[in-house]
């Protein structure tokens, strides 16, 4: 047998698995494993570094299956090169309850999969993150500790995408020469050829934003080295075009839209089983294809111990803060500038927008904290994202901590992604809170994924004012609540933006996220002693006596409560002040210290921004005073007026509860 | 004075108007006003098709100020061309409450608005929208009947957005050769230098999605001119960078981000009054410059009366049917289908997906509706939104009523905006629902607007099964439920989806969103002579006598509901059923039908959703069935019992309550 008849074998054993594991399911992707087996082979046995053995090797190189519908495709190298959370069953099960195999890869279920993917431009973009990271990591602690690549496998449907446009257009200003994505140019999409959608010339397209491109035969495996080859010694990052046939091998199907997404039916296999010469049952690899796979698989294991020694020798100093980094643990008494910074603002009765609270947070945090890296996407102005010590990450000064991610508010939650999937990082960004729209896809896969990112949303409801109802969050907060995984914090002073900010950085297992105020809020607590944001709300001013009514609120409305509570007392009245920063944390305590915070009296909420939602802690008979529509263009104390958000309506809310 | 003068002095007029507002609302953007006063002026007075006295002529060019934060530019505009609803009263009331003349443009406050703007990247492609409508209408009723161009301001920030490169793709496959985007090349973005987070040539990448570009100094208004004219005659859309100096006069300030967001203060401003020789008070305009300009805004009266004639000559087919187009009204009698489709759905029992139901419904709608206009983010056979006769709009098939937008959720759903807010079309587009993520931003724009726009969201839950937790809608349903204006419907069955469809076609003045099952439901209802889904949620079975116990469900869960009430009957607890198509039409019903639905016994609800929410209805004492977290990777039957969303767990809570 030939080398080359042997690598013809293993890229079928890739799409025999890919295709067998989908007829079993009776529900998959075929086209794409099929279509890039002859790629991924070259990817995994030639260049690839990695060690089937060890496969959370920090210095591996990255691959991202952006195209992530093809899932099996990354299933069948799993199992091919030995890694031990892919057994055969594992590939039999795949889309079954509880197999790590699922429709898409996952984070966390199999450890190829450096991150999850499915929704379209996410990998890619991810991939720009983790390319980042390798270049900002090397130039803080060396190339002998960091050197390697990130490969991504994307399809037409990732490249549309405009994320994809906002990926491409970082990676090619931040010169991520060590980036190599692989096109599956197969001229397919799931509605058809893609010239029903597409007349990009993709080329042109890489190459306006800084990248080289190449263009090789998707089954012609020493031309897709040879291209590989070229990529790696590239001073830009680099798309190679591969030219495929979607579901190549199918008798009848191949090269159409039908093997996307659905099993190729037994008739369709058989033939391809003699199209492509392969004898094997399902499931069945022959032994010289499996051998040369897992060979495949355990090749790396050299460059690793050299990388271990490599690691082992660097100065003591360096060693230690690249171990700390990767650890991700918070350094011993990271805190101490938060405590004194809350102390500080009970003193002096600070009175500032809790965007600038979060500045002055971050001013403490950031040096405490040589993992943190912030940015914006173009409002750092605004945000107040930037600290006086930060530096900019540049393209030819990677060794900075602050980065411009341009107007790319989804492009950013992405790329953090990437950095906090990486390592060696913890990663946030600032927007308005209203354009958290265009990253949630973002958002949501940093929940899925539960991993720490950390997202700075400022001019947080109509208190922005007069930019308008176009820059007025209403719905965002709410919005953000409902979706699993993410801590939405919207703290009301100095002393709880101080405490949101430690609540985020020590919750290592999901991401969270800071609705923060454009004006100036009163410093509200009188003691900071415990971290009372921790447990969702907590009752800032309790009644002396039984409660006639509680008020509820978070942010900046915390504000108008405590006044409500002055009338309510004039008029005889007895109003308790609950403070709700965070709703998940507080639904997450024991019911008796909810039922003890909420109280049995009447319960008036309010907060600038949708009433939805609300209905959870207020009860039917409970009141919300908020938004029900969108905002307005005016002076933000205008704004409160007009949408009748004051105290006064809240008192006379609260009297006529109380009253009934 | 030479013309040249009288021209400088016309953008001279457009600065002082622009900076003197802000400066006065102590709030605003002034930098782009003034660095694009020549362009606009040269686009204004030489070619912009429009007459100032009828702002709504059907056939004017499109004008779209994607940067939304000039605002300014567009409202001195409007006032010196002569616009009745922009006053020089309304330009000193600039940001002020109530006051047409808000923050960012708005859609329905000044005529001169297209389409709201600010959200960056919003308004480029609601401008390939426009133009898309405009080839369509051309083809449909000719060029005598339409024939316009659209024209756009864009800054670096509308261009980095991601949903810009979604949009520029579009235009350049559909070859939308009048198409003008006119780009502020001005190198400055909010945190400073573009080169801070962008290094992309712009005409490069414009060149390979099919554009032409072209590059004029921005303030040479007769170089600005002669590339405009080039542009016009292209077989291409086009890109003029227009290379300009934000806050152009402004003597300390231009040139830099100071002069974006925030007024030029008192000096700057007496100082740009020496600088570019403009002695005049604030919002004083010389009477020869106002002249001027008012000719301008009258020179289109003839154009405009050429038209009407032609129109007038249309043969009376083609007119009835474009004066039908342009009125948006729904012809009578366009609804049988559905009446037909509801009767023979409740005889045959019919057991489908809603998404089929939808396809169903969509088979009666689309003969009988002209102009309906249907799509998809390439999910054509997922989502089920082509009918038989439907024709694909292609580059060179205009005449079609089906558009492939691509993998390109935003920019579909931008673009339908543009379609909407054109006249002559109601589009509908389709993805999965998981995906209203990407589009999120423009489903709000449409939402604030108050435009028609039918999103159909197929794929509504964990019941798409196998594709897993990225692909698995939970929160979505919940934050479309917190959006204002926008009719977020969940049908239960093809009777209740047929409803669905007439009330979103029905709904002039919002979008309507339908949330649809993947998996076969059966019909439910036993008679359609009323559209119950109209009053939002309706008793679909009621009790004999007392109810103990109110089941509340919308979509594929409706099925759950009636199983639980059986076996609940069995146990002798008498369970009364509610469908809740859409909260948002229920909640605007009177109070005395809400309380009879949703009645006095403890309640229940289920849907295979995030639960976010649900406490409106059922209050604190009664349940909610549903997620709360993401979903996983398995055939759909397996994770309704999973996540414990069955008529068995509805009936045991529901005794539960009764018992309690």
């Not at 029903?196 to 397209?205: N, P």
């Not at 938060?338 to 603002?345: D, F, N, P, V």
């Not at 600038?356 to 040589?370: G, N, R, T, Y």
């Not at 209905?615 to 205008?638: C, H, N, Q």
Request: glycine share 10%; hydrophobic share 45%; proline share 4%.
């Amino acid at each position: 047998m030939t080398m080359q008849t042997l690598n013809a074998k293993m890229a079928n054993a890739i799409r025999f698995l890919s295709a067998d594991a989908v007829q079993k399911a009776k529900s998959g992707h075929p086209g794409m494993p099929l279509g890039m087996a002859d790629v991924a082979t070259v990817l995994f046995t030639r260049f690839l570094k990695f060690d089937a053995s060890a496969p959370r090797w920090a210095d591996r190189d990255r691959f991202v299956l952006s195209a992530g519908h093809g899932s099996m495709l990354l299933y069948s190298l799993g199992y091919l090169l030995g890694y031990s959370d892919i057994t055969l069953d594992e590939v039999k099960n795949f889309r079954q309850l509880n197999a790590r195999t699922a429709g898409h890869p996952e984070y966390g279920h199999v450890s190829l999969a450096e991150t999850t993917t499915g929704p379209l431009g996410q990998g890619i973009t991810n991939a720009v993150g983790f390319a980042l990271a390798e270049k900002m990591l090397a130039a803080r602690y060396g190339k002998a500790a960091v050197d390697h690549f990130t490969y991504v496998i994307a399809g037409d449907g990732c490249l549309m995408e405009g994320i994809s446009q906002e990926a491409i257009a970082m990676a090619g200003h931040w010169k991520l020469n060590k980036l190599i994505v692989l096109w599956d140019d197969n001229s397919i999409c799931i509605d058809g050829d893609v010239a029903l959608a597409t007349s990009e010339d993709q080329h042109a397209r890489f190459r306006a934003a800084g990248w080289n491109t190449l263009a090789v035969d998707g089954h012609d495996q020493d031309a897709v080295a040879a291209a590989i080859e070229t990529a790696r010694s590239s001073d830009k990052p680099t798309m190679i075009a591969c030219k495929t046939v979607i579901g190549f091998g199918a008798p009848t199907l191949a090269g159409t839209e039908k093997t996307h997404g659905a099993p190729l039916g037994d008739t369709e296999l058989a033939g391809m089983r003699d199209k492509l010469g392969w004898p094997h049952a399902p499931f069945e690899i022959p032994e010289d294809v499996l051998s040369a796979w897992r060979a495949a698989g355990a090749r790396g294991a050299a460059a690793r111990a050299e990388w271990d020694a490599r690691v082992a020798a660097l100065p003591a100093d360096v060693k230690a803060a690249f171990d700390a980094a990767l650890s991700g643990a918070l350094p011993q008494g990271w805190d101490a500038g938060l405590t004194a910074l809350k102390e500080k603002a009970i003193a002096e009765k600070t009175k500032v927008a809790t965007r600038k609270a979060s500045q002055m947070a971050l001013e403490v945090i950031v040096p405490a904290l040589p993992t943190i890296v912030g940015g914006s996407a173009d409002l750092t102005h605004s945000n107040l994202t930037v600290t006086k010590d930060m530096k900019s990450v540049l393209p030819d000064a990677m060794g900075g901590n602050y980065i411009h991610y341009g107007v790319r508010e989804h492009g950013m939650a992405s790329v953090m992604n990437g950095l906090a999937l990486h390592g060696g990082f913890i990663p946030y960004g600032g927007t308005f809170l209203v354009f958290t729209d265009y990253a949630r896809p973002a958002i949501r896969m940093a929940a899925l994924m539960g991993i720490r990112t950390i997202y700075v949303m400022t001019h947080d409801s109509i208190g922005l004012g007069e930019d308008g109802p176009t820059h007025q969050p209403v719905e965002h907060v709410a919005s953000l609540r409902a979706m699993p995984n993410l801590l939405v914090f919207r703290p009301a002073d100095v002393v709880e933006t101080a405490e949101c900010w430690q609540i985020s950085l020590e919750n290592a297992t999901g991401p969270s996220l800071l609705a923060l105020s454009r004006q100036n809020l009163p410093c509200l607590r009188d003691d900071a002693s415990v971290n009372l944001s921790a447990k969702g709300a907590y009752v800032l001013s309790e009644t002396d006596g039984a409660r006639d009514v509680t008020l509820l609120a978070s942010g900046s409305e915390v504000e108008i409560a405590v006044k409500a509570r002055d009338l309510l007392a004039a008029r005889g009245v007895k109003a308790a002040v609950v403070s709700m920063p965070c709703w998940e944390l507080f639904d997450a305590q024991p019911v008796a210290y909810r039922k003890a915070v909420l109280g049995d009296a009447p319960r008036v909420a309010v907060e600038a921004l949708s009433t939805f939602g609300w209905d959870r802690y207020t009860g039917l008979d409970g009141a919300v005073i908020g938004m029900t529509g969108f905002g307005a263009s005016a002076p933000a104390e205008k704004l409160y007026e007009l949408f009748g958000i004051t105290a006064d309506a809240v008192a006379a809310k609260a009297e006529e509860l109380v009253k009934a």
